[in-house]
């Protein structure tokens, strides 16, 4: 880890992809994610990499496919109504296995929605998405160095399982500056080697990198495949920060979310309250084992979000209706402020009390 | 230590770079910083602001709903912010462009003519570190040689002349709080 420079968020991650072996981006400008493709441009071509402002996002999340098809390590970036654009391609990549990066800086929607932050995509991010039976791996990073932290995880996992993985941000952790202690490089010749990859096939057999599959036994067969490795990536891949965990309250929440939270809990407990928080890092697979580690002892859950209420459905299959779950959120570009949230922790202990 | 502060003013005033600085400087001493600009569809001659953290332990939310001090530099501002200031918070007024007078009185109001000070140095862009080194003398968050050499690190080459402006801006501002405090 080298030394702490301030950074953007967006720029702290772009410059984190490139530490991490990405040398192709493919980008369509969409606000408050500007600064990767900006960086990017500005970046790629020091690394001997190549970045392509594409004419749409679909072109953008097709060229993607096309660089992991030929094995390379490729991301491109965008927020909310850009990343619905590029679902078709995710779901591509998903089945023809292609790894691949995508950061979503989400802001309020649906449709054009605004340009403030937002958590509304979680849905989307996390249940694949696109068409048919997939997922994608989603990181929810809260701060700007842990989002340098999962771009170098976000790229191992997505070659190690050849799928797509996501990246949630925020405008907000798109926005801000913090200070970042940046990885070093990785070697790319150190990279482990992909024999499944389209680079030109003098001496082996040609590889074939497809979606198709006519014949509905061969396309249940894939599906079976691909489920058996989402399966081995619930059971190993769940990322979550427990805080407190000798509550008897809990507070979940992901992302810049989580850091408001973290505020409000704090004053909670100056107030005597026992109140811990929960916080996934990984939003697929949802870090359901850091639940079991407090459920048992937890009165109640309440889940903040900035959405009116999806991730709290993924807290309510963890807890499985072993105590209370409530919810409270902001939505469309609003946050929640800590004053907010420690009433809703308030009334959730009263309401237990009472 | 966890200082909340925002500074406002027009697009064109270096209200976000006014929060850059303090957050370099403010990583240069070992603290923890965090910087939010407000990202609306502003515009030169449109309203900015941003949101700056300092503090000995790694920043919670950058958001500062509840500031320890705001830095007004226009009038816009003061009437978007002065409600949010915390009581006993610092309230620091570029009163060359802010004539009126703010309604709270349990806060401490330090007045600069920033833009003045700033015309006076023959520079009007320096009028946000006026305004800082105001601040600064009031709300020693970090040292104002922290904030020169944040800017000998951070400007670049082209625009390396202009720090000894920038430091006789602070110490401007400084001198224009002193009587204040």
Same mark, same amino acid.
């Given at each position: 880890m080298g030394q702490r420079v301030l950074m953007k968020g967006n720029e702290a991650l772009a410059e984190a992809a490139v530490r991490a072996g990405c040398r192709f981006f493919f980008g369509y400008p969409i606000t408050p994610q500007n600064e990767i493709p900006e960086y990017m441009s500005r970046r790629l071509p020091e690394v001997g990499g190549t970045f392509i402002q594409a004419e749409s996002e679909l072109a953008a999340i097709n060229m993607v496919y096309g660089a992991a098809g030929a094995g390379a390590r490729a991301m491109t970036s965008s927020s909310s109504p850009g990343v619905s654009l590029k679902q078709e391609g995710i779901s591509y990549m998903a089945a023809a296995e292609l790894p691949g990066v995508v950061v979503n800086m989400v802001r309020g929607g649906p449709g054009l929605g605004g340009i403030q932050p937002a958590q509304s995509d =979680? =849905?989307?991010?996390?249940?694949?998405?696109?068409?048919?039976?997939?997922?994608?791996?989603?990181?929810?990073?809260?701060?700007?160095?842990?989002g340098v932290d999962v771009m170098s995880k976000a790229f191992e996992l997505a070659d190690k399982y050849r799928t797509p993985v996501v990246i949630l941000g925020d405008g907000m952790m798109g926005q801000m500056m913090e200070p970042v202690s940046l990885p070093e490089p990785l070697e790319l010749a150190k990279l482990p080697l992909k024999p499944w990859a389209t680079t030109g096939a003098?001496?082996?057999?040609?590889?074939?990198?497809?979606?198709?599959?006519?014949?509905?036994?061969?396309?249940?067969?894939?599906?079976?495949?691909?489920?058996?490795?989402?399966?081995?990536?619930?059971?190993?891949?769940?990322?979550?920060?427990?805080?407190?965990?000798?509550?008897?309250?809990?507070?979940?929440? =992901?992302?810049?979310?989580?850091?408001?939270?973290?505020?409000?809990?704090?004053?909670?407990r100056a107030q005597g309250l026992s109140v811990g928080m929960v916080r996934p890092i990984t939003l697929w697979p949802f870090p359901v084992n850091a639940f079991e580690k407090v459920v048992e002892r937890a009165k109640g859950f309440l889940t903040v979000e900035m959405s009116l209420g999806q991730m709290v459905d993924d807290v309510r299959l963890a807890v499985n209706g072993r105590c209370p779950v409530r919810f409270f959120g902001r939505t469309g570009g609003m946050v929640p402020s800590d004053e907010e949230v420690l009433a809703e922790i308030e009334k959730m202990v009263e309401g237990r009390t009472r | 230590?966890?200082?909340?502060?925002?500074?406002?003013?027009?697009?064109? /005033?270096?209200?976000?770079?006014?929060? /850059? +600085?303090?957050?370099?400087?403010?990583?240069?001493?070992?603290?923890?910083?965090?910087?939010?600009?407000?990202?609306?569809?502003?515009?030169?001659?449109g309203t900015a602001n941003c949101a700056v953290v300092v503090s000995d332990a790694?920043?919670?939310?950058?958001?500062?709903?509840?500031?320890?001090? +705001?830095?007004?530099?226009?009038?816009?501002?003061?009437?978007?912010?002065e409600a949010a200031l915390k009581p006993g918070g610092l309230l620091v007024i570029n009163s060359s462009l802010c004539d009126k007078e703010p309604s709270r009185r349990d806060v401490r109001v330090v007045?600069?003519?920033?833009?003045?000070?700033?015309?006076?140095?023959?520079?009007?862009?320096?009028?946000?570190?006026?305004?800082?080194?105001?601040?600064?003398?009031?709300?020693?968050v970090v040292k104002p040689d922290s904030i020169?050499?944040?800017?000998?690190?951070?400007?670049?080459?082209?625009? /390396?002349?202009?720090?000894?402006?920038?430091k006789l801006a602070l110490e401007r501002g400084a001198e224009a709080a002193a009587g204040q405090l």
């Open positions: =979680y =849905y989307q991010a996390t249940r694949g998405g696109g068409h048919g039976d997939y997922r994608t791996i989603v990181f929810g990073p809260a701060t700007v160095q842990e003098k001496g082996r057999r040609p590889n074939i990198i497809n979606s198709l599959f006519l014949d509905a036994e061969e396309c249940e067969k894939h599906n079976l495949a691909l489920q058996a490795k989402y399966d081995i990536i619930q059971a190993t891949e769940q990322m979550a920060e427990i805080a407190f965990p000798d509550s008897d309250w809990f507070v979940v929440a =992901y992302g810049t979310t989580a850091r408001i939270c973290r505020e409000a809990i704090q004053e909670a | 230590m966890n200082l909340g502060v925002i500074m406002a003013g027009f697009g064109g /005033q270096g209200v976000m770079s006014m929060g /850059q +600085v303090v957050c370099y400087a403010g990583l240069a001493e070992g603290k923890e910083v965090s910087w939010l600009p407000s990202y609306g569809p502003e515009m030169r001659g790694p920043v919670g939310s950058p958001l500062v709903a509840r500031p320890d001090a +705001v830095i007004i530099m226009n009038r816009p501002s003061l009437e978007k912010f007045k600069v003519a920033a833009t003045d000070l700033a015309n006076d140095l023959g520079d009007i862009r320096v009028a946000n570190m006026v305004a800082l080194g105001a601040f600064l003398a009031a709300c020693p020169v050499d944040a800017l000998k690190k951070n400007l670049p080459p082209h625009h /390396q002349k202009l720090i000894p402006l920038n």
